[in-house]
């Protein structure tokens, strides 16, 4: 269901709403703590009186829930604890549940779903677009899912069974049905009556799509521009024919780039032989941008989008478990490179302290590799045709580099330890962790990139563990090899 | 300048018109060649010849380049190398370097404004708005910006003084000054009357602006609504007089969550007394949100966007140059700390190879929480009143997985040293150091925050800094104490 305009409410922040619901509830709470305590001395229990305030209370922060917009109704919920959220969901008008869910966080979402039994969210359901269902379905049983299908008339189940249908990051999970086409055989008068006749159009509809007697896609005219024309004039004279259209399993983050790209509000999605079938709208492209950029951070440190700050302790725990569980192992690994040189470092335990260094640094030079050619990846300017050319770069600055930041700390670790021999090992280490580093900050986005992996997220972890490996595996086998 | 829908080319994507230049150049070039080396035999030079093909293929090249939308173009120089994308840049007809300085990035601008000399600079600007000049200005020199101003008319200049007067990051930076407005005591038919003596609308308009008689902003009236009611209906009957505006001062961030949220197209910013200054549209919020994820990705890595894979080796080791000699810094004192421990790693190599897995656990656990709690703030869920509730269920899962993973690698230490009393120091220093990062990971971002610094960016090297020097320091501490 569309937003309507009408129900935003402006003059305060979300956070100021926030705060009211709080001290509402922080309210409510002081009032049943101090009818109890009196019970408790009184012997009985003053049900009326903690009734009736209790009514008020609660009529209060209802009246004041039914008066925000579901995104800041949203934003309540998500920085409310548990309890207090699971109380203020109750509150909330049935008929709203919906369009409050799409709005949260996927943490809260988890709460609140539990928190509704199978009718009430099939009934939730009823008051969404078919879009909007499908964006609520990975986390609702198959069954419920099927459950809400039944309860569709027939035209919208076919939408939703199309909505469905894409996965997570095509075009057409971005897609909303509220298509508002013409043929291009008319005029401008005819086609402001035809408009008149919607009670209002969709949200962020900024064209209508111009289409054949076949409903094949033939362009768009602009709603712009059919305000400023003449009403005499046909609209076969004034609409786009060149427009930016997409298929509903392209790939979503090429959708978003065009949007950047051409500035477009929106734009119609086609089938292959040419129909529309749908729009994707700037405000879907947005939202899409928004969380997968927020997903990748999480991704990075392995957080999945399920873990809030007001989730168990226990949640967590498992949540981050395999991240950890992960890098145990590549830790493991680089301990047992400096487990097969323990016999050197028993003769000069200054290897012990100045090997981290040399790992560390190597991490450092690697990740400013890595986060570049992932960023040229996406701007798409990394090709077959340049690889050598950026390699050849890329070993320059890693040489060029090492050699002033090498001798930097080959000088220190002479100074420290008054021994040249040791400073020439950590100079020589440091400039060959650094090539090493490069081409590992090359080498393994690309090869994410070839076998269809996201190398913005899981590049760092194998960096590391290349890094610190071959940076002690370098640094104590030269110092076995010259010092020992 | 309004990007004209008209001029946007849909049947290739941008990769494609990057192919389709670079074949053309490499086409050039194999023709200077081939007349180049038969000028040798012949011991002349084929002047003419030479000029023909030339000439031939400059035109195609040329063609092409004014069929393709300015951020076409952009993409297209962003993927050349810097010789070609010099030679490309000259064949663009000198009226559209100004939108396309616009579009691409920091990188590929420096080296564009490199090859210009100002009266093409000032000549560029002349195609521009205000609003686009502002966003040019932090790449050109104080003497240019003010032959710009200077070049302007006197509306212009306002504008752009006005324009070039907003950092980046507030609102202002977002706004152009396309607004159109009416008075509230017209009819539909006559604000369509009004609208329809625009040659076109600015793009992105959604809405207009209804505004009293001193210019102070009442409501506004969607282009939607416009178009479905009756022409003999009073605008002041149907305009929303509830809307989101934003003062020109307020953070960008700020606005862009507000358009997300109430899923807005575009926006009014008005000055203190309520007066309609400019308005934000969607697609510069969209700008800004991919931009400012852009920019944290390279910062944290310490790399600014004025470099590219097509920067010279020198820039670059320039670029990463302070990156590096802070984390050197950060490296060397954690080197100390297992310095001081040397007499214990001599007796007891096996400290050396276990040590790194302390540090390194400890980094990945703290990050994990620093970017859950730089989330939980950009989301606003973090406050004083929760904070202690945080602290706790923080320490709660450290002490959690403390146990767990401690245990793990107490067990692994045991059997691979056959030291049972190494297990346990090593399950203590886990547990221990788990504890710190996650004391780290929550007080770092939220300081960072408190001083007004993002804790997106400069979190992790602090945070891996504590980790590791406290992972060193608590381990071999814990070893001196009870193995040696």
New interface residues.
């Given amino acids: 269901m569309a ?1 309507r ?2 129900d ?4 305060e ?3 100021d709403h ?1 705060e009211a619901v ?1 001290r509402l509830i922080a309210k409510q709470k002081l009032v049943e703590d101090l009818v109890h305590r009196q019970g408790e001395q009184d012997g009985r229990k003053p049900a009326l009186v903690e009734g009736l305030v209790h009514k008020q209370n609660l009529a209060e922060l209802q009246k004041r829930l039914d008066g925000l ?1 579901p ?2 109704v949203a ?1 309540v919920l ?2 409310l ?1 548990p309890l207090d959220r699971i109380a203020v969901w109750g509150l909330v008008r049935s008929d709203r549940d919906g369009e409050i869910l799409l ?1 949260v ?1 996927d943490a809260v979402r988890e709460t609140l779903l539990a928190d509704m039994d199978s009718a009430e969210i099939v009934a939730a359901a009823q008051h969404l677009d078919a879009d909007e269902i499908a964006d609520l379905a990975p986390d609702l049983s198959e069954e419920i899912v099927q459950d809400i299908i039944e309860a569709q008339d027939v035209d919208e189940r076919a939408e939703l069974q199309s909505a469905l249908s894409y996965p997570e990051g095509t075009v057409g999970a971005l897609m909303d049905f509220e298509v508002v086409s013409i043929r291009d055989d008319v005029t401008v008068e005819v086609a ?1 009556r035809y ?12 064209a209508i799509f111009i289409v054949d007697r076949d409903d094949r896609l033939l362009g768009v005219l ?9 009403p005499d004039v046909e609209v076969a004279s004034i609409y ?1 024919q ?4 997409f298929a509903a399993d392209s790939d979503a983050e ?1 959708a978003a780039r065009a ?5 477009l ?1 929106s734009a119609p999605v086609v089938s292959a032989d040419g129909k529309v079938t749908g729009r994707v709208p ?2 879907a ?3 899409y ?2 969380e997968r ?2 997903q990748q ?2 991704a ?4 999945r989008e399920e ?4 989730s168990t ?2 949640a ?2 498992k949540n ?2 395999p ?2 569980a992960l ?2 192992c590549t ?2 690994i ?3 490179v ?2 097969a040189f ?2 050197s ?2 003769k000069l ?9 040399v ?3 190597g991490g ?2 690697g ?2 590799t890595a ?6 990846l996406a ?5 077959a ?2 690889a050598r ?2 390699l050849a ?1 890329e070993l ?2 890693a040489v ?2 090492g050699v ?2 090498g001798s ?2 080959g000088v ?1 670790a002479w100074m ?1 330890y008054r021994n040249v021999a040791l400073g020439g090992v950590m100079a020589m280490a440091m400039m060959l962790n650094m090539i090493v580093a490069a081409l590992a900050g090359l080498f393994i986005p690309l090869t994410m990139e070839r076998f269809g992996r996201d190398p ?1 997220v899981g590049s760092s972890v194998f960096l590391t563990f290349i890094t ?1 490996s071959m940076g ?1 595996f370098v640094f104590l086998g030269l110092a076995t090899i010259f010092l020992i």
């Fill in positions: 937003r305009p009408e935003i409410p402006r003059s922040s979300p956070q926030l709080t917009h995104a800041d934003y998500e920085g604890p709005e966080s402001l408009l008149r006749r919607y009670d209002e159009l969709p949200a962020q509809t900024d602009p709603l712009n521009k059919l305000l400023v024309t003449d786009q060149n427009v930016v259209s090429e949007f950047e790209r051409y500035e509000v700037v405000q492209v947005l939202d941008v928004r950029q927020e951070e999480l990075k440190v392995g957080l873990e809030d700050i007001f302790v226990w967590s725990v981050r478990g991240w950890i890098n145990l830790a493991f680089a301990s047992r400096v487990g323990e016999g470092i028993e335990a200054a290897l012990a302290a100045l090997m981290p260094i790992a560390g640094i450092n030079t990740n400013q986060t570049l050619i992932v960023r040229s701007l798409g300017q990394v090709s045709s340049n050319r950026l770069r320059g600055v060029t580099s002033i930041w930097v700390l220190v420290l913005a610190d002690f």
